[in-house]
């Protein structure tokens, strides 16, 4: 095989075909000479390497520079059979593999098949503004890549130049779609058809984060049930409801009909696909299902919107699903079941054999139907597809299974809160834990919160014994508790206020600033003894820097109460200190006339500011020895 006399490149974004007619004509030959010469054949994009490299040898360029022609194996996870179209993977239902569409006009200025127009959905050359022709207006034959005329490569087999077919003006939305889809071709592959697309055209939300393959599919879906009759859409025939279908639907009709009905729709999302389903759900016969979803959509086209065709990834297309989804449920009152995770997950479907649920379960020796392991199983395929994992199926396996595991012994390595209670604090059974949820205590382990269902919250064992050792290292043991009194049954209960709840003891307990005494060898907090006294005065320490801190007033009995159980019992505001401290503007003070109906008189009633008074005490009587407070009183004079 020899290269041809003539040889020229390959433009940008053409097809194979058009290339071949372009090398016929410019060496003066018929399309059949040259597929002898060159010894291609019918050559296809999907031919094998030997007629791709015996053309790239006869046209005088390397196999390299045919490579975008080609349709090779896109090798994609749940897409058997999908190829490499022009940068995209996609289903080669998408295509037209046969029949050939060209635009007159396109033809006359140059002699140019694009390749881009293989695509099903694509029905009119957006640069001329014409449909793309598929038969011969002279024969009524179809347009066949490999046939053509006796002495003309740019004619159909009866002669008729391919240049003098009829040019047609297409719709606004025909080339609409067109323009749709024409950049959404460019994301990946430099075809110069990103220039053709205005800003106008460009695809609307949420269709604009599709891939290729998607975007076609779920044109083709809404185009073909939004165009089926009611006479032709008859009611489902098999109750077994399938996951998706996986390419267009090849029922008679016009594929630019159906291209114009979906771009109509998608402007209109979602309102108008609602008006889509309202008239589906029309149509359904009476009783046609005992489950309540399939009962509404029963039709063909109705069980195509529940089901919708697989997406390049071998999901069922979720935008359609979801639209659907929320129709029922917000027009018909319908919650549709939970799908089986290969429905919604491309990684699960791809780890459905090599590490599924089941083979995962087995390996940590449990039943693959435990309801927090499905949870976790799952959540970790979803933390798989957001992170974009893309390897091997067997990589992705083990991958899976590591990470599952991990999370698994990490769960079980957790226990309800009872438990905790009870081995944090003993005593009572059937107690959850309280006022330990702080951060320098314990705290619940918020990622297994949606896995135990019938727990209100989880603590981890690896936290619970930390507790347990901090508790063993600040009790003090002692031989004798005659002097303390039990921290859990007494004391918390006698000092436990809305300024020092159990959170604050706690607290006070850890660091060592309320001690602790006990008689056993591994302590929890039942087995705590305290001073009681100590733990009133700290109670009513964070009594009074609450009051300080608003700025409170209180009567003179609380308030001496509070003094004297800070600075001693023989410590009060007593009636003439206060009246000159009144009277001296020392104190602020408001006062009150009451009725006593004992005596028959009226009489003031005083309340005092809570921080002139306890400043006063501090100034004349020192510090409390109280820490907190008289840190806080510091403060307050700084």
Same mark, same amino acid.
């Given at each position: ?18 290339? *071949? ?14 597929? #002898? ?21 006869? !046209? ?80 009524? #034959? ?33 080339? !609409?779609?067109?323009? +749709? ?15 053709? !697309? ?17 975007? +076609? ?71 046609? =299902? ?112 590591? #990470?599952?595991?991990?999370?698994? %012994? ?5 226990? =309800? ?122 109670? *009513?320490?964070?009594? !009074?820097?609450?009051? %300080? ?51 028959? #008189? ?9 921080? %002139? ?16 407070? %008289? ?8």
């Amino acid at each position: 095989m020899a290269r041809l006399p003539q040889i020229l490149p390959p433009r940008r974004g053409e097809s194979v075909h058009g290339f *071949v007619r372009r090398l016929a004509e410019v060496n003066g030959i018929t399309l059949s000479a040259i597929m #002898r010469w060159a010894e291609i054949g019918r050559i296809r994009p999907v031919s094998e390497d030997r007629l791709w490299a015996n053309l790239a040898t006869a !046209a005088g360029t390397s196999v390299e520079a045919l490579t975008k022609m080609r349709w090779l194996p896109a090798n994609v996870p749940g897409a058997n059979g999908a190829i490499r179209f022009m940068g995209h993977a996609i289903r080669p239902s998408h295509l037209s593999r046969g029949e050939m569409k060209v635009c007159p006009a396109c033809i006359r200025s140059g002699g140019t098949i694009r390749e881009v127009w293989s695509v099903s959905q694509i029905t009119c050359c957006p640069q001329h503004g014409c449909l793309l022709i598929d038969s011969c207006n002279a024969c009524a #034959r179809q347009l066949k890549y490999h046939s053509a005329g006796a002495e003309d490569a740019w004619s159909c087999v009866c002669g008729h130049e391919l240049a003098d077919l009829p040019i047609i003006p297409a719709s606004e939305l025909t080339l !609409a779609a067109a323009r +749709l889809l024409y950049p959404v071709v460019g994301r990946t592959e430099v075809t110069g058809y990103i220039s053709l !697309a205005k800003t106008k055209d460009e695809v609307p939300a949420p269709f604009d984060t599709l891939e290729l393959n998607d975007l +076609l599919a779920a044109m083709d879906l809404i185009g073909t049930v939004a165009t089926t009759p009611a006479e032709e859409d008859r009611p489902a025939e098999h109750t077994f409801l399938p996951y998706g279908l996986t390419g267009p639907s090849r029922v008679p009709g016009d594929f630019i009909r159906r291209a114009e009905a979906a771009v109509e729709i998608m402007l209109g999302w979602p309102e108008s696909w609602h008006n889509i389903l309202d008239e589906l759900a029309s149509r359904s016969p009476p009783q046609a =299902s005992r489950l309540e979803d399939r009962a509404v959509l029963a039709t063909r086209m109705g069980r195509r919107c529940l089901a919708p065709d697989r997406g390049i990834d071998g999901i069922p297309l979720q935008i359609i699903a979801r639209e659907t989804r929320r129709w029922l449920a917000e027009n018909k009152g319908i919650v549709r079941h939970k799908r089986h995770r290969t429905s919604e997950s491309a990684r699960a479907r791809v780890l459905a054999r090599t590490m599924n649920a089941r083979i995962i379960a087995q390996e940590l020796g449990i039943k693959y139907y435990v309801a927090d392991f499905r949870r976790i199983y799952d959540e970790t395929i979803d933390a798989m597809e957001a992170e974009g994992c893309a390897q091997p199926a067997k990589q992705l396996g083990d991958t899976l299974l590591t #990470r599952v595991k991990a999370r698994w %012994d990490e769960y079980q390595r957790t226990v =309800s809160s009872v438990v905790a209670s009870d081995l944090i604090e003993g005593g009572s059974k059937e107690r959850r834990l309280a006022g330990w949820d702080h951060v320098d205590l314990i705290l619940p382990a918020n990622e297994f919160e949606g896995l135990a269902r019938k727990r209100k919250s989880v603590y981890r064992m690896n936290d619970i014994e930390t507790i347990l050792t901090r508790i063993r290292s600040i009790a003090v043991k002692v031989d004798t508790l005659t002097a303390y009194h039990p921290l859990t049954t007494e004391v918390m209960r006698k000092v436990l206020s809305p300024h020092y709840n159990k959170t604050a003891i706690l607290l006070d307990v850890m660091s060592g600033r309320l001690p602790t005494y006990c008689t056993v060898n591994n302590p929890k907090l039942c087995d705590l003894y305290a001073d009681l006294s100590l733990a009133n005065r700290i109670g *009513v320490a964070n009594r !009074a820097i609450a009051l %300080d801190t608003a700025d409170a007033m209180i009567p003179a009995r609380p308030l001496n109460n509070m003094v004297s159980i800070l600075w001693g019992a023989n410590h009060r505001l007593g009636i003439k200190e206060s009246r000159a401290l009144r009277q001296n503007g020392q104190i602020r003070f408001e006062v009150e006339t009451l009725w006593n109906p004992t005596e028959q #008189r009226s009489h003031p009633s005083y309340s005092y500011s809570v921080r %002139d008074v306890i400043q006063h005490f501090s100034a004349s009587l020192g510090p409390s020895y109280i820490d907190e407070l %008289d840190k806080h009183l510091i403060r307050q004079a700084d």
